[in-house]
């Protein structure tokens, strides 16, 4: 059995890839320690020209690139569910994408997770209150910032996000500090630092990780 798992990690957008792929990399770093033997990884950022293919077409490109360029084992699908939950997603996008690639020549990679935060990519990034307020810079309460509820039960996250921004350069004291910040800024060094035990209380996160785990005990890696 190889000892290396050549990973690679497909986003809905350019924001996304800046907190997922060390996100992505971390977790599968943790479920890789469980594995039997000594097992190696890397995640390769798989990126495609997007314009004029929809979702099932981006997919199938991005397998063949992964392939082709890399030789990649495993593919990482991210999209946003947009919702409260992710069945639609899972029935129009994932699903039906799974089903095409099974149809595919060997030329492609045809072992696929995914990745389907409920809402989107920022709830996932609300779900370290702590860290999310550190790195912005501010000291009011969850209540106050309106964080205090499950990151997925939240529509519009990315806006809560920009609102506590916004706050933070109100105040007079971080007015230095946070002059320029934007949201652009938080993506990576959030996915970086974000504690995954806090991910963990996320059903859609515990459900991409549960995938993982399973595809690579189907792939003959995990054995718990």
Known sequence: MSNFILAGLFTEGSTD??????????VLEQVA?????????????????????????QVLEASKVASDKFGIL???????????????IFQSKIIPAQTLLRDQDD???KDIVAIVPIQMTESWMIADKKLLK?????EKSDTELNIHLNPELISN??????SI????KEDETK??????????????????????????KLPSYLKFRNSLIEKLRELNFYHK
């Open 33 to 57: 320690f469980d594995c039997t033997g000594d097992i190696e990884t890397k995640v390769e950022i798989i990126n495609i020209d997007k314009s004029r293919k929809d979702f099932n077409q």
């Open 157 to 162: 996250p990315k806006s809560v996000i920009e």
């Open 134 to 138: 550190e790195e912005i810079g501010i």
């Open 165 to 168: 921004i916004r706050l933070s």
């Open 17 to 26: 890839v800046r907190f997922l792929s060390s996100v992505v990399e971390r």
């Open 175 to 200: 007015r230095k500090r946070n002059k320029g910040l934007n949201i652009a800024d938080l993506y990576q060094i959030i996915g970086q630092k974000i504690e995954l035990t806090e991910l963990e």
């Open 74 to 88: 495993l593919l990482f699908v991210h999209t946003d569910s947009d919702s409260v939950n992710d069945d639609l």
């Open 107 to 109: 030329s492609y990679c």
